[in-house]
């Protein structure tokens, strides 16, 4: 790679790249598919839009695997869990804490300045068709706290009663939860309900203000002896999204010669909006990438993928956002609890945004730029890096699985849901909401 090319060139444009022969793609192996701790996600973060505000969270694939022979002791998978890589690329430990505690803030409960105040409750329940003897879990069920989103407090339900349980901040500071049971059980359940203050983030950006993508590209090239970028690491390949050349050329529509990243990326937001098809029941989480894209159907989750696959084809630093959508109820109906579901969108970093981090929240799936009533749940480089809940389990045999999302403001009433909604969100592998 020249490093004196022009910004245009030496992007990472191989139509085929050969993953495990880039360093800097390093998997952890609790997100490596082919590593010993991986299990399927669980149910997938997908979302109604506000104008569907009953229909079901997408359930994905099941979130055991069965295993033969002996379980790895409890001592391997919390080590293997909590060991990660820094940039350096020496492996460091993170910080943990007792799992399922309470956590409140002194935060104002009122807020006046254009925030929304949202509880969110996220519930998961297993029913096994045999007993399951041992099982690890891991979790990203806690929301972000961060400047334009104030956690106020966190609590973590976990039935029956694990037998460790402990919360720590993963390399990209998202909270996850590591929890085991070695006591026989036939059901799980996993509750996590939040209360957060969402501010309207992004209000009064210019995005005609920032760098040309081009320069910002160049500028996230690997230079040695250059100083470290975090940013970086969102340019690369990752488990779900590939970069490849057909990518490439659906971005460049957008991405055209000296155009401000951020107006480039909103613009491949909105051509994705308008040229995919939402269709529950047209994909899983096993789905490539590239088959969303060639069928231009999909799910939330795949319109995040396309998108962040068309800007690292473009040499731009881009995350997988995992989270909530707020929607609204039917004029003069109360919300029902349960009848929400959790989302997904992405983020692309834009020098000269006017923020200090300079990264630009954008939803594909709703062809807009998040406000209050998008809430943080987790950022990394795809789905596989924040699936809300996934894990390991002895035993099991088959299994019904229920998932109940509510995101209600503060001053609205709630009501439960009706049996027939809680028999809609019994699994089906391919169902979902945009």
Same mark, same amino acid.
């Given at each position: ?6 910004? *245009? ?78 940039? *350096?690329?020496? %492996?460091? %430990? ?14 104002? %409960? ?44 966190? #609590?973590? *339900? ?54 040309? =993508? ?22 690369? #390949? ?41 269709? %529950? ?63 997904? =969108? ?12 300079? =990264?630009?929240?954008?939803? !594909? ?13 987790? =950022? ?51 169902? *979902?909401? !945009?």
């Amino acid at each position: 790679m020249d490093p004196n090319a022009p910004p *245009d060139q030496n992007l990472p444009f191989d139509p085929q790249p050969q993953f495990e022969q880039n360093p800097q793609f390093a998997l952890n192996p609790q997100f490596d598919p082919n590593g010993p701790f991986y299990a399927y996600p669980s149910p997938g973060g997908q979302m109604p839009t506000p104008f569907q505000p009953d229909m079901p969270e997408q359930l994905q694939m099941p979130m055991q695997t069965q295993m033969q022979g002996q379980l790895p002791s409890q001592e391997q998978v919390l080590g293997n869990m909590r060991q990660s890589q820094g940039p *350096d690329g020496q %492996s460091q %430990s993170f910080p943990t804490s007792p799992c399922g505690a309470l956590v409140s803030s002194d935060a104002p %409960s009122s807020p006046d300045d254009g925030s929304v105040a949202l509880t969110i409750i996220h519930e998961t329940l297993y029913h096994y068709a045999a007993r399951v003897e041992q099982a690890h879990h891991l979790a990203y069920l806690k929301p972000l706290d961060q400047p334009c989103q104030r956690l106020e407090s966190f #609590a973590l *339900d976990i039935e029956p009663e694990p037998s460790h349980c402990t919360t720590e901040t993963d390399v990209y500071g998202n909270a996850r939860s590591i929890f085991e049971m070695y006591a026989p059980h036939d059901a799980l359940r996993v509750s996590a309900t939040s209360r957060v203050i969402v501010r309207p983030r992004f209000e009064g950006i210019t995005p005609e203000a920032t760098q040309p =993508w081009e320069e910002v590209a160049h500028a996230l090239r690997y230079v040695a002896g250059g100083s470290f970028r975090p940013e970086v690491e969102f340019t690369f #390949a990752s488990p779900y999204v590939a970069i490849l050349a057909p990518l490439r050329d659906y971005a460049r529509a957008s991405f055209t010669a000296g155009r401000p990243v951020a107006e480039a990326a909103i613009d491949l937001m909105q051509r994705v909006h308008g040229d995919f098809t939402y269709a %529950s029941c047209s994909t899983d989480v096993s789905t490539p990438m590239i088959d969303a894209f060639t069928q231009r159907r999909g799910v939330c989750q795949d319109f995040a993928h396309v998108m962040l696959g068309c800007l690292r084809a473009v040499g731009q630093a881009a995350r997988y956002v995992s989270g909530y959508l707020m929607s609204q109820p039917p004029p003069g109906q109360a919300r029902l609890i349960g009848a929400d579901a959790s989302h997904a =969108w992405v983020a692309v970093h834009c020098p000269g945004l006017g923020r200090q981090d300079d =990264w630009l929240d954008l939803d !594909p799936t709703n062809g807009m730029v998040p406000a209050a009533s998008h809430a943080m749940l987790a =950022w990394g480089r795809d789905y596989g890096d924040v699936t809300p809940l996934r894990g390991v389990i002895r035993g099991g045999g088959g299994h019904d699985l229920t998932v109940r999302v509510t995101v209600a403001p503060d001053h609205e009433r709630i009501e439960p849901t009706p049996d027939q909604s809680s028999q809609a969100l019994q699994t089906q592998h391919q169902q *979902d909401t !945009p």
